[in-house]
T-cell receptor, first 112, second 117 residues
Framework: SQQGEEDPQALSIQEGENATMNCSYKTSINNLQWYRQNSGRGLVHLILIRSNEREKHSGRLRVTLDTSKKSSSLLITASRAADTASYFCATDASGSARQLTFGSGTQLTVLP | GAVVSQHPSWVICKSGTSVKIECRSLDFQATTMFWYRQFPKQSLMLMATSNEGSKATYEQGVEKDKFLINHASLTLSTLTVTSAHPEDSSFYIC?????????????FGPGTRLTVT
């Protein structure tokens, strides 16, 4: 079932700028993950943040998690044209069979 | 990381025919695999949970007689779209769970694009 909402739905920025995407979810979670998907291709796992973590970094990626607000954000710093893709958050809900529930996604376009 | 493959990567079929999509975990055993469907410009929607040696668990609204899932071995799950119609055209993605003790990782296949004419 679709539980997450992401905003914005679409984001267009210039190369070198930062891109911030937000994700909200509805139920308790074990962890939240962010994925990237290039058009018509499979998913690429970016980063996982556990429910007891508040912030995590990986290269140019910074993820925050606020379990009280049931929200997360993904920040991509110094964006590149190659970052152009759809970005999805996905939650692993507590007590689930480990299936992921995906957010609606943000289409990021980085203009050269 | 572990690798999950899907075959075929794309398929075109005529309305009324059946299509089988394979999902394989190449270097690990997966007792649990998931099947997702993604329509253009939309997110992934979980269709069903595939468990080795038992019946699949389908999400609400997914017809089990139309989308047949068989998880006959620890490295292979198949999704058969029966009597396909144009509205079944979609991107089908599987994932497989690798468990090591209490830890687990989920790996996604590259997807299969189905076009029904």
């Amino acid at each position: 079932s679709q539980q997450g909402e992401e905003d914005p739905q679409a984001l267009s920025i210039q190369e070198g700028e930062n891109a911030t995407m937000n994700c909200s979810y509805k139920t308790s979670i074990n962890n939240l993950q962010w994925y990237r998907q290039n058009s018509g291709r499979g998913l690429v796992h970016l980063i996982l943040i556990r429910s007891n973590e508040r912030e995590k970094h990986s290269g140019r990626l910074r993820v925050t998690l606020d379990t009280s607000k049931k929200s997360s954000s993904l920040l991509i710093t110094a964006s590149r044209a190659a970052d152009t893709a759809s970005y999805f958050c996905a939650t692993d809900a507590s007590g689930s069979a480990r299936q992921l529930t995906f957010g609606s996604g943000t289409q990021l376009t980085v203009l050269p | 990381g572990a690798v999950v493959s899907q075959h075929p990567s794309w398929v075109i079929c005529k309305s009324g025919t059946s299509v089988k999509i394979e999902c394989r975990s190449l270097d690990f055993q997966a007792t649990t695999m998931f099947w997702y469907r993604q329509f253009p410009k939309q997110s992934l929607m979980l269709m069903a949970t595939s468990n080795e040696g038992s019946k699949a668990t389908y999400e609400q609204g997914v017809e089990k007689d139309k989308f047949l899932i068989n998880h006959a071995s620890l490295t292979l799950s198949t999704l058969t779209v029966t009597s396909a119609h144009p509205e079944d055209s979609s991107f089908y993605i599987c994932s497989a769970i690798q468990r090591e003790g209490l830890r687990y990782e989920q790996y996604f296949g590259p997807g299969t694009r189905l076009t029904v004419t």
